[in-house]
């Protein structure tokens, strides 16, 4: 069983078509739900971060065109899908020569030091009335929200998360600040990934006990305290 309440599952790597999804559980299949709401079928995606390619390859399966930018091309696996090296000097706008219909950036904003400048180059690349689906770890769910009270520190932005490049926690509230100050017209935000309340998956004392702790909480806490990350679609307007 696993869903927001329950979880009796230990999470394990998830794949697609052979490519490591460098994602939460579920996140890839949530995220590709949300284009498929909000995005039509056949519009050209620029993919930011796309990785190794596993959700561009995901998306082009379900009918969409896309383009993908990151920084290592050394590290692209699928052969059909465009490329483009992302200069982090020039930044997204010196790297792509295109306007795109949307744009996805899945786990990526954590990793950069400016977050305000990322989502001003993602805007200025889209066609008004574009669309971006971002996702960015929760740093104020019930589960952050305690780990902070006990060690001063967000879920998912420990020393060990350094290692693999989470340096800036950014919240659900200062993602709104800054996108409406550049013009973007939030949708939606959603919870994504899986964090349940009660953990199951092991049985060792520790975990039981602290099953208590997060079912005593979790009523008490308010906002955005659901998911193990966030998604967020936000819209250009029209002009």
Same mark, same amino acid.
């Given at each position: 069983m696993r869903n927001w309440l329950i979880n009796t599952r230990k999470k394990q790597l998830e794949y697609y078509k052979g490519m490591l999804i460098r994602a939460d559980t579920g996140v890839?299949?949530?995220?590709?739900a949300l284009f498929q709401e909000y995005?039509?079928?056949?519009?050209?995606?620029?993919?930011?971060?796309?990785?190794?390619g596993a959700f561009s390859q995901r998306l082009v399966d379900i009918g969409y065109s896309v383009t993908a930018l990151d920084l290592d091309p050394?590290?692209?696996?699928?052969?059909?899908?465009? #490329?483009?090296? %992302?200069?982090?000097?020039?930044?997204?706008?010196?790297? +792509?020569? $295109?306007?795109?219909?949307?744009t996805c950036c899945l786990e990526v904003i954590e990793h950069v030091e400016n977050a305000w400048n990322l989502l001003r180059e993602i805007y200025a690349v889209l066609k008004p009335g574009g669309r971006l689906i971002l996702?960015?770890?929760?740093?104020?769910?019930?589960?952050?929200?305690?780990?902070?009270?006990?060690?001063?520190?967000?879920?998912?932005?420990?020393?060990?998360?350094?290692?693999?490049?989470?340096?800036?926690?950014?919240?659900?509230?200062?993602?709104?600040?800054?996108?409406?100050?550049i013009g973007w017209r939030i949708l939606e935000i959603r919870p994504g990934g899986y964090l349940p309340v009660l953990? #199951?998956?092991? %049985?060792?004392?520790?975990?039981?006990?602290?099953?208590? +702790?997060? $079912?005593l909480i979790y009523p008490?806490?308010?906002?955005?305290k659901r998911g193990w990350c966030l998604f967020f679609v936000m819209e250009k307007p029209e002009k």
């Open positions: 890839h299949e949530q995220a590709a995005v039509p079928v056949g519009a050209r995606v620029l993919d930011v971060g796309a990785g190794a050394e590290k692209w696996l699928p052969r059909d899908i465009p #490329f483009l090296r %992302l200069d982090i000097d020039a930044g997204i706008t010196g790297s +792509v020569n $295109a306007t795109f219909d949307a996702s960015t770890p929760n740093t104020t769910s019930f589960l952050s929200r305690l780990i902070f009270l006990r060690t001063g520190q967000f879920h998912q932005f420990d020393e060990t998360d350094l290692a693999y490049g989470h340096i800036n926690p950014v919240t659900a509230y200062e993602i709104k600040v800054i996108a409406r100050r953990d #199951f998956s092991s %049985l060792n004392p520790k975990r039981m006990a602290a099953n208590i +702790v997060r $079912a008490f806490t308010k906002g955005e």
